[in-house]
């Protein structure tokens, strides 16, 4: 299935929802909320807003023309998904009643409560809610921007190239194919070996896995950060035949040549370098805040957005809030977190503005369906140290063909058609404990 057309569609949408600008000079508007981001973070927060109190004036500041369902392209990579089915028009996707101004931001003003787009204009709000998502530091590894796409290279983390994922997978028939995961933290930390699971099991299923050697290459020290998950996680490893490499960091790739170069941490904390061929290398870059988070008064000591863990006010600002992959709170950059942290925010940002206690909090949850093979799925639900949060009360740690279904189709709609619609069923947000 082809991409959709969706450009022209969106284009007419931006002309009308666009702030309209004077003759000369910077324009300036003013808004009781502003959303930076039209992603998961930035849709979820305006829906849920909305949901509570109509009334308010909300702007989301985005770019894009296109909204995308990320934790769809795992399944793209793995065949199971075609790519027209994890993006929709933006304007589809953000609720009735919100003004979207297609511009990027360039800098924050907390002092002034404004925001600085691009192009000079000064955005002015009561309210603030910092949803940006994070940056993709694909010039971080020599050589990697100029083979994505072609000579085996490739990377589910990219809405174009998961269906070149797919292509390897099914046109390699032996070699050796080497998956990286850089350091933390990263947007959906089980992603990199999702994409390791999937390919293998095809070539399990087809009779061409003993031709094939398979590479785990993580920066890191171990499969998961949490500690449940990784023997059901080990067996599949071990089913697969792959090689654990860790303290291994992807540090340049010679696409004519296929040869891939990793900064290699021994045990006594030494490095060298090592050069690998391979035939098919799935890349996940190392990743970061934006920029323009990171140089901004909103940032903390590591470029995040700092906010409360709990209750996703800024630590500074009071009138500044932040979810999703830009904030501080040391929970899994998922969109499953994304939907329990849309409450809390909604609830707090209003309360902050009424001038009462913030009576909601968030507790960390996030999860990561781990695609262990075609039909299984390990969910992995867990929340602030690494607590399990099961949503049924079934063992977490068994691979089920029920978490496969949820997986590929429960999902994908919860996430159209009630996280961004404010609909927050299985979401209510627990209470600080403060009165209001």
Request: hydrophobic fraction near 40%; glycine fraction near 10%; charged fraction near 20%.
């Amino acid at each position: 299935m082809e991409e959709p057309d969706t450009d022209h569609q969106a284009d007419e949408a931006a002309a009308v929802a666009k702030p309209k600008a004077p003759h000369s000079g910077p324009t300036r508007s003013s808004f009781d909320i502003v959303i930076v981001g039209g992603g998961a973070g930035g849709g979820a927060a305006a829906a849920s807003l909305r949901h509570r109190d109509k009334q308010r004036s909300i702007a989301v500041i985005e770019p894009s023309l296109r909204h995308f369902y990320q934790p769809g392209w795992t399944l793209v990579g793995g065949g199971i998904f075609n790519s027209g089915q994890t993006v929709r028009p933006m304007e589809t996707a953000l609720p009735r009643g919100v003004q979207w101004i297609r511009n990027s931001v360039a800098a924050f003003d907390p002092g002034q409560n404004e925001v600085i787009l691009e192009d000079g204009s000064r955005i002015a709000y009561r309210a603030l809610v910092v949803a940006p998502g994070l940056t993709l530091r694909w010039d971080a590894i020599d050589g990697l921007t100029e083979t994505l796409g072609r000579n085996g290279v490739t990377s589910n983390y990219r809405f174009d190239l998961a269906p070149y994922t797919w292509q390897l997978v099914q046109t390699m028939n032996q070699g050796r194919a080497i998956f990286t995961q850089p350091a933390m933290p990263i947007k959906c930390a089980g992603a990199p070996q999702k994409a390791l699971y999937l390919s293998a099991d095809y070539w399990r299923r087809n009779g061409l896995l003993d031709n094939i050697e398979i590479e785990f290459r993580n920066a890191g020290g171990v499969l998961f950060g949490v500690p449940e998950f990784v023997p059901p996680l080990m067996k599949y490893i071990e089913r697969y035949h792959a090689q654990l490499k860790f303290g291994s960091s992807l540090i340049a790739v010679d696409g004519e040549r296929k040869v891939a170069t990793f900064e290699v941490k021994g045990a006594d904390g030494a490095s060298t370098r090592e050069e690998r061929g391979f035939d098919m290398l799935h890349v996940v870059p190392p990743q970061s805040a934006p920029d323009f988070v990171a140089n901004s008064p909103l940032a903390g000591e590591a470029g995040w957005v700092a906010v409360d863990q709990r209750t996703l006010q800024h630590l500074r600002f009071p009138n500044v809030f932040s979810l999703g992959d830009a904030c501080s709170a040391p929970n899994a950059k998922t969109a499953a977190a994304v939907r329990k942290q849309a409450p809390v925010l909604a609830e707090n940002l209003l309360a902050m503005l009424r001038g009462r206690p913030l009576s909601a909090a968030y507790d960390g949850y996030g999860a990561c369906p781990l695609t262990v093979e075609r039909g299984k799925v390990v969910m992995a639900e867990f929340g602030y140290g690494g607590k399990l949060m099961p949503s049924f009360p079934l063992d977490p740690t068994v691979p089920r063909r029920s978490a496969w279904h949820l997986k590929v189709s429960g999902l994908p709609w919860i996430y159209w058609n009630m996280m961004l619609r404010g609909q927050e069923v299985l979401a209510r947000p627990a209470s600080t404990g403060n009165k209001r």
